[in-house]
């Protein structure tokens, strides 16, 4: 999704006049030059994010909405809804992630996780949800805890989803391949894979 300077003029202006603000009151509260207000609601210039979470505070909007993002209807309502999103989320091309189960007799316990490897990968918007995952973990923490209010973690959910709307996801090219090269697709795979596990045990066993 990409951010429209025209969209965000559009909203600043909707939300200025909502809030019973001229260009004036709106240019001195931001620290601006009125040029630069008018600048912003006729979208000739993209404000920056910064200057959208501020504004968003003056007129007592979120921050999503004046960066024109439009929070899709989602509704989890079953298992099967969570299977389907992350089925979805395999397809986009700039984000991958991997299963990590852990269950007896290998291990003392039953867990699983989605692992998304920040580097390396060659998804170029890994490191992002390495990022947000780690400042949601933090922000939950500081909820359910009671470090924090409801009303400071949606302050700051609507400032992450200004920030990262710009970063586009777009679908996988599907590759269609004969039983042939499936195959021997399928046999590089494996024999990655084999290294993988050999690296592994030789470094387990240097460590002794």
């Known amino acids: 999704m990409n951010i429209n300077p025209s969209e965000i003029g559009e909203r600043i202006k909707t939300a200025r006049k909502a809030a ?7 240019a001195n509260a931001l620290g601006k030059t009125l040029r630069t207000v008018q600048k912003y609601e006729s979208g000739e210039i993209e404000p920056s ?4 979470n501020e504004t968003a505070r003056i007129l007592k909007v979120s921050p999503a909405y004046l960066a024109g993002y439009n929070k899709p209807e989602m509704r989890i309502d079953s298992v099967s809804d969570v299977l389907s999103f992350f089925v979805e989320l395999r397809k986009k091309a700039e984000i991958s992630y991997e299963i990590d189960v852990r269950r007896p007799p ?3 316990g039953w867990n699983c996780a989605i692992r998304f490897e920040g580097r390396g990968t060659g998804a170029k918007h890994n490191d992002s949800l390495c990022l947000i995952l780690e ?9 359910e805890n009671y470090y924090t209010s409801q ?3 949606d302050r700051w959910l609507e400032s992450e989803l ?3 709307m710009s970063a ?3 679908d996988k090219e ?7 090269e499936r195959l021997e697709r399928r046999i590089e795979a494996d024999r990655k894979y084999m290294e993988k596990i050999k690296a592994a045990e030789e470094n387990g066993s240097q460590d002794e």
Do not use: C, P, W
Request: avoid cysteine.
């Open 174 to 180: 599907v590759e269609e391949l004969s039983e042939m």
């Open 168 to 170: 586009a996801l777009t």
């Open 151 to 153: 009303e400071h973690f």
């Open 106 to 108: 290998h291990y003392d």
């Open 162 to 164: 200004a920030y990262y």
């Open 20 to 26: 019973k603000l001229s260009q004036t009151d709106l």
């Open 49 to 52: 994010i910064t200057t959208i």
């Open 135 to 143: 400042q949601l973990r933090d922000m939950l923490n500081g909820l």
